[in-house]
């Protein structure tokens, strides 16, 4: 299932590198189906508590670095710019934001994952 993924990536890089990025995109889509196509058509579970508890510790340690990360570089990014040492383009800006905006969406599911009926 994941090498279905992995190898679609790789391809994709490829193609695009070779100057075919339609084929890289065509490519890639089709790594996506072949992973759902193993996901939905496979008999067996394909993830069971281990997994997920693996995912869980992933995602928090994930989600603690990018939120340190963010922390940290926007506080740098208002000072550099309060003290004229640098300017950071719109596009780092933007960045930040959506940043902020994948920690409100995880607020958000956490809310509603904790205090649905």
């Not at 058509?41 to 995602?59: I, M, Q, Y």
């Not at 710019?81 to 956490?110: E, I, K, N, R």
Request: glycine residues 12%; contains cysteine.
């Amino acid at each position: 299932m994941f090498g279905c993924i992995a190898i679609a990536v790789l391809l994709g890089f490829g193609f695009r590198a070779a100057d075919r990025p339609v084929l890289g995109e065509a490519v890639y889509w089709l790594g996506i189906l072949g992973f759902f196509g193993i996901w939905f058509a496979s008999p067996l579970s394909l993830f069971d508590e281990r997994d997920r508890a693996l995912e869980r510790r992933a995602s928090l340690l994930a989600i603690q670095v990018v939120g340190a990360v963010l922390v940290l570089a926007a506080s740098a990014g208002r000072l550099g710019v309060a003290l004229d040492l640098f300017t950071l383009p719109t596009a780092v800006w933007g960045a930040l934001y959506g940043y902020v905006g994948l920690f409100v969406v995880f607020g958000v599911a956490y809310a509603w994952i904790k205090y649905r009926p």
